[in-house]
């Protein structure tokens, strides 16, 4: 699924592979994500909605993807996008429901911190970065995951950016597990240049992802 990011190819763009569905916080349905996939002829997109471990809509969501891909005959992955829940790199799905996906993706969102998960917005710039890389790390050493979700993605969202080394720590565990680093255009579109300087070093897994919530926002790789 995933390629290396030197082996990537001018038309890897064309696969998204981190997007959202009015089945959790997107605003289009999966039918129209993939009809708008095919509209701007990506080869390949996954849909990857937020759950938890109590989340019950999976398997309706799984077998209404497997549906319409059917339908459309367009490479859809199914999958979901779930937080990092503690420092030794569990998330916040069952064991049922990541057997049921084809693409798993852990992603640091609020911080555990004393049986409660708190914004990252509460803590200072320096130790948000800090927490925020404790987690990745734990999470794509861990083994669950195949992609790492918007890495540095809080860091960037509460303070405006990530430290760049810490970027590199994060990309040479990728490539030590064999874990995706999702290259998210929401979070990391006006640091590509930094990234790909990162990436071309260190040779990861990697797949582009638009972290997208409505179909505008669907393959927004292909533009740059």
Same mark, same amino acid.
């Given at each position: ?8 190819? /001018?038309?890897? $763009? ?17 039918? *129209? ?6 509209? $701007? ?11 938890? *471990?109590?989340?019950? =809509? ?13 339908? =459309? ?5 199914? !999958?979901?996008?779930?937080?990092? $829940? /503690?420092?030794?790199?569990?998330? /916040? ?27 990252? !917005? ?7 970065? *800090?927490?925020?890389? *404790? ?13 790492? !979700? ?7 969202? =509460?303070? !405006? ?20 680093? /999702? ?42």
């Amino acid at each position: 699924m995933f390629k290396r990011f030197n082996d990537r190819g /001018d038309d890897y $763009k064309y696969n998204d592979f981190h997007n959202h569905t009015s089945w959790t916080d997107g605003d289009n349905t999966v039918e *129209e994500m993939i009809q708008e996939s095919i509209s $701007k002829n990506l080869n390949s997109i996954a849909l990857t909605d937020h759950i938890r *471990e109590d989340s019950s =809509y999976f398997k309706d969501y799984h077998k209404q993807i497997l549906a319409l891909r059917n339908k =459309y005959q367009q490479n859809v992955h199914i !999958g979901f996008e779930a937080k990092v $829940k /503690d420092y030794i790199g569990n998330i /916040d799905v069952s064991i049922e429901n990541i057997k049921l996906s084809e693409i798993a993706i852990g992603s640091v969102h609020r911080f555990p911190h004393n049986g409660e998960f708190i914004s990252p !917005g509460e803590f200072s710039k320096n130790k948000c970065e *800090e927490i925020e890389l *404790e987690l990745s790390l734990a999470a794509i050493n861990n083994g669950i995951i195949d992609m790492i !979700g918007h890495p540095g993605g809080m860091s960037i969202k =509460y303070f !405006g950016d990530f430290n760049i080394n810490f970027f590199e720590k994060i990309i040479i565990e990728c490539n030590k597990n064999n874990i995706a680093f /999702d290259l998210n255009y929401r979070a990391h579109r006006n640091i590509y240049k930094d990234l790909c300087k990162l990436l071309e070093l260190h040779n990861p897994l990697f797949g582009f992802s638009s972290d997208a919530h409505n179909i505008n926002s669907l393959g927004s790789w292909i533009y740059l």
